[in-house]
């Protein structure tokens, strides 16, 4: 995890926001119809209408530095944020505009230190 120098963590989590992804669906949502890959992980159903709820968990990643270390268009492609026993992995997917999607990440996939940023 890394913030390339002179980034403002602020400034950039001010500008992200949260799109999703119907490939990450089984029921409609905010992010539209779905349209489920085999080898996606589904979202929580409860999150369908909740862009305000995983936007703020987007940009509080962001402010608290669990981001990785590459960065496009002045946006880290990865952010993740933790709730409770759950990671989830933010994925920039419009670096022009700092759209993300999400989804949650098995257990032996979380990033390295991830307590480092939201303890056990």
Request: hydrophobic letters at 35%; one cysteine or more; proline letters at 8%.
């Amino acid at each position: 995890m890394g913030v390339p120098p002179g980034a403002v963590l602020e400034s950039v989590a001010a500008k992200a926001d949260y799109c999703g992804s119907p490939e990450h669906k089984d029921t409609p949502s905010f992010a539209g119809l779905p349209r489920p890959r085999a080898d996606a992980s589904l979202c929580d159903r409860r999150f369908r209408a909740e862009l305000a709820t995983v936007t703020l968990w987007l940009r509080d990643g962001i402010r608290r530095g669990a981001v990785s270390e590459f960065w496009e268009g002045g946006f880290p492609r990865y952010v993740w944020y933790k709730d409770g026993n759950v990671v989830y992995e933010a994925r920039l997917v419009n670096s022009g505009d700092g759209a993300y999607k999400g989804y949650p990440l098995r257990d032996d996939d979380w990033p390295p230190r991830i307590e480092k940023y939201y303890g056990t």
